[in-house]
């Protein structure tokens, strides 16, 4: 008898018949001879709308208030999903976060995960009952309910699937599996049969949500082995596991974009020690995370820094950045949104030449402008306008034959 863990996103949630038709797998999966732990998220739209709800009374809501407004989203889930099953003939019960023992620290609206104690989870599995589990939800120590960051589901799945050591688990959403670009953007996408979670973590945290990152993060530190497959149809999905041999034939594995960034140029900041180290201590003590960072090189005593974050993230800042470039004596502070990231990821890169070649030609035939540049082992990325991005997109997923 093996066991099992089925995760099932929003849209597969997102109606009374999607609901049903979740119980009948989860039953099915029963009685082919297993033990099956269904995770669930909030029914499409849901977490989104209570986040407007908050908004709607209280300018800032405190976190606190926000998890346990949250949480709500996935606790209907489950309690619909182990109703749906038990009118089904078969035996289901639904456990909040903290009844699935998932303890976690106290940073509201993005806690980490730091035990699972699977108690209940056991016990409901010895007696026959399908677990159905809030995705997205813990608890702490204190006993404060706390949520695991936007797409936080697939962590709660992974997290639950390792520490019950399970035979097998299954995140269900509504494509086919891991596409070489997201489907909706590049229609000629294709599944991915097999993917390297290094490769799914670039992807995933450039942009790609099929999965959160943190949950591939976690998969890859536990060595969790999953398939993401659709919840519509029987058709295989993609495995994402450790590294495979033939692994580094394929030099782009897939494509992705993320939309909504913004970029800061200061100009003339002094080249002295200790300068750029002020602006990014004031950046990470306002909790933002930065990503590409250049600097030019230095003219007559004084350079250039540009960097990229999340458009929202620069809104918040307000005049943060002008009182620090003031302070350490730089010129003009220059933002800029309506910028995005288009990055392409493989592991094959380690060993090929010609990939940034290869995209910049691409690009410059189309016509479109390379505004930064940044790499790592595996991936390059690249920031452009954003009403280009589309455009870009479908032009390096050609230029690398991933339709092929
Ligand atoms: P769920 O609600 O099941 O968690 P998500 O909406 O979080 O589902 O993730 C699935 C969506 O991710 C797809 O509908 C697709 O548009 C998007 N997506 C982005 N990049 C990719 C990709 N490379 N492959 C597949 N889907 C992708
Ligand atoms: N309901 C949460 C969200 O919309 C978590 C999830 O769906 O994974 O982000
Ligand atoms: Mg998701």
């Known amino acids: 008898m093996a066991l099992i863990v089925q995760k099932f996103g929003g849209t597969s949630v997102g109606t009374p018949e999607r609901i049903l038709n979740v119980a009948r797998r989860a039953l099915e999966t029963q009685r082919e001879g297993n033990s099956v732990v269904v995770v669930v998220s909030a029914m499409s739209g849901v977490t989104d709308n209570l986040i407007k709800l ?45 009844q699935a023992g998932i303890l976690t620290s106290g940073v509201h609206t993005k806690a980490k995960i730091e035990n699972i104690a699977p108690r209940q989870i056991r016990n409901h ?73 290094d490769e799914l973590l670039e992807m995933a945290s450039s942009g790609s949500k099929v999965m959160q990152s943190r949950s591939v993060e976690f998969a890859k530190k536990f060595n969790v082995p999953f398939e993401v497959r659709s919840s519509f149809n029987n058709n295989r999905g993609t495995i994402v596991k450790e590294e495979f041999i033939g692994l580094e034939n394929v030099v782009v594995r897939g494509i992705s974009i993320e939309r909504n960034q913004a970029k800061v140029t200061i100009t003339n900041v002094p080249d002295r020690p200790g300068t750029a180290s002020r602006f990014f201590t004031a950046l990470a003590e306002a909790n933002v995370v930065i990503d590409v960072i250049v600097q030019n090189i230095s003219v007559s005593g004084s350079t250039d820094i540009s960097f990229t ?43 090929h030449s010609g990939v940034a070649a290869t995209l910049f030609e691409c690009l410059g035939a189309g016509g479109v402008n390379i505004q930064m540049i940044s790499t790592s082992e595996i991936k390059i990325a690249v920031i452009i306008d954003e009403e280009r991005i589309e455009q870009a997109a479908r032009l390096a997923h050609e230029a690398f034959g991933l339709s092929a």
């Open 54 to 98: 908050a908004k709607a009374v209280s300018p800032a809501p405190t976190e606190r208030e926000m998890d346990v407004l949250l949480a709500t989203g996935e606790q209907t889930t489950i309690a619909l999903t182990a109703m749906a099953i038990n009118a089904m003939g078969g035996k289901a019960v639904s456990l909040t976060g903290a």
């Open 125 to 197: 599995l010895k007696d026959g009952q399908i677990c159905i589990v809030a995705g997205f939800q813990g608890q702490t120590l204190e006993g404060r309910i706390t949520t695991l960051g936007r797409g936080g589901s697939d962590l709660t799945a992974i997290a639950i699937a390792a520490a019950l050591k399970a035979d097998l688990c299954q995140i269900y959403t509504d494509v086919d599996g891991v596409y070489t670009c997201d489907p909706r953007v590049v229609p000629e996408a294709k599944k991915i049969d097999i993917i390297a979670y």
């Open 309 to 351: 974050m999340n458009a929202d993230e620069l809104e918040k800042l307000g005049g943060l950045i002008d009182r620090v470039a003031s302070d350490v004596g730089a010129g003009e502070v220059i933002k800029k949104s309506g910028i995005a990231k288009l990055s392409v990821v493989g592991i094959g890169m380690r060993s």
